[in-house]
C-alpha cells in the first residue's frame, strides 16, 4: 500500500516568512494530492490539490509543487499570517481507489 | 451552507455502552467515508460505502460498524466502546467521478468515561 511520510512534524515561522512542508510517496501510481488544513477541535478543510499531469499549482499565497519522478510533493506558503497557524497534512490517491493516504501531520505556528 | 452535518458534536458514553454517531449530507454524493482521529495524528479510514457497497479496511475492529440507509445518511455504530476508542470522528464524502476529492464534517468528539 501507499505510504506517505510528512517533514517536518512542527514548525514555526515568522509573520510574513515563508513556510514549506514536504511530502513522500511510495506508490508510483499515485496521482493526486491533496493538502488539508485543520485547525484545532475543526474538521480537515482541502486548501489545495495536485493532479499528477501537472507540476505546480497556485493559488494565491499557497502553492504546491509535484516531482513525480523523486515522488514527493511540498506546500509552499508565502507571506504567512497568524491566521495561517494549524496542522496541515498531505495525502496521497489514486485513480480507482477511494482512499485517501494522510501523511503525519505539520503544526505550522506564525509568530506575530 | 452545511454540506456534510454530523451530529451530534460531542457525545459522551459509558465504557461499554453501544453509541451511534450520525452523518449526513445535501452534496448527493456516492461515496461516504468515517474516519476516526486521534490527538496529533491523521486521520485513519475505518470504512467507506460506495453507494450501497460497504468497503471495510483491513485493521478496522469489529467493534466498528456502519450502516446506509439511503444516499444522504451514514452511521457509524461503536457496539462497546472501550478508552482507546475516544477519538474525533470524522466523516467525509466525494463523487464517484472524483473519489479522491473528499468533503469532511466537523466531527463526533468522542469521550468514554
Known sequence: GENVEQHPSTLSVQEG?????????SD????????????????????IDIRSNVGEK?????????NKTA?????????TQPEDSAVYFCAASKTGANNLFFGTGTRLTVIP | DAMVIQNPRYQVTQFGKPVTLSCSQTLNHNVMYWYQQ???????LLFHYYDKDFNNEADTPDNFQSRRPNTSFCFLDIRSPGLGDAAMYLCATSIHSRPDTQYFGPGTRLTVL
Open chain 1, 71 to 79: 515522488k514527493h510533493f511540498s506546500l509552499h506558503i508565502t507571506e
Open chain 1, 58 to 66: 497556485k493559488d494565491q499565497r499557497i502553492a504546491v509543487t509535484l
Open chain 1, 17 to 25: 516568512d515563508s513556510a514549506v512542508i514536504k511530502c513522500t510517496y
Open chain 2, 38 to 44: 486521534k490527538s496529533s495524528q491523521a486521520p485513519k
Open chain 1, 28 to 47: 508510483s501510481a499515485s496521482n493526486y494530492f491533496p493538502w488539508y488544513k485543520q485547525e484545532l477541535g475543526k474538521r480537515p478543510q482541502l486548501i
